[in-house]
């Protein structure tokens, strides 16, 4: 008996590459992955989530590592748990978190015929909870989250709080 009540669930591939938008392009990335990514060839901002408590542990296969690079604008740094609904002592995303996130990625706003920076969300798998701000600031930006809900496209699982 599998989680889903019946056969066990083909797991689709998770979309890792960049998700080009009409404005803003996005990537979502696992934290594995992150510590193994920078980019040389365009600017970018990191949206770093982690559950509360991660970051002060020095165990490599806990840690959240972002490497450095000349094109890496920024790192906004956001600790909360992948649930979307109050349980018990886990930590919600919360609405300031969320306006934060907006008026940081705005202060890095385009001049003249600037590219908007790459926006990299990751957390730990790279699945629910960056997908969802990845979707959420898409929809702001872009005005269209659909590839981050279409499960067979993309892979991702958005948490509905995050993204709401």
């Not at 934290?31 to 193994?36: D, E, P, S, T, Y």
């Not at 165990?59 to 600790?79: A, F, K, T």
């Not at 898409?138 to 499960?151: A, L, R, V």
Request: charged share 25%.
């Amino acid at each position: 008996m599998s989680l889903w009540g019946g056969a066990e669930r083909p797991w689709p591939t998770i979309f890792r590459g960049i998700i080009q938008g009409d404005v803003m392009d996005f990537q979502v990335l696992s934290r594995m992955l992150m510590a193994k990514t920078a980019y040389e060839d365009r600017d970018y901002l990191v949206i770093s989530i982690a559950d509360p408590g991660q970051r002060e542990h020095h165990d490599e296969y806990i840690h959240v590592h972002i490497p450095e690079s000349p094109r890496r604008l920024g790192v906004m740094e956001l600790d909360f748990h992948d649930i979307d609904e109050p349980l018990g002592d886990y930590t919600l995303m919360s609405e300031e978190q969320a306006r934060q996130v907006v008026e940081w990625i705005q202060d890095f706003a385009p001049k003249d015929d600037e590219k908007w920076p790459l926006i990299v969300a990751h957390c730990e798998a790279g699945l629910c909870r960056s997908s969802g701000m990845a979707a959420a600031l898409s929809k702001h930006w872009n005005g269209s989250d659909d590839f981050f809900w279409d499960e067979q496209q993309s892979g991702f699982l958005p948490n509905k709080w995050v993204y709401e």
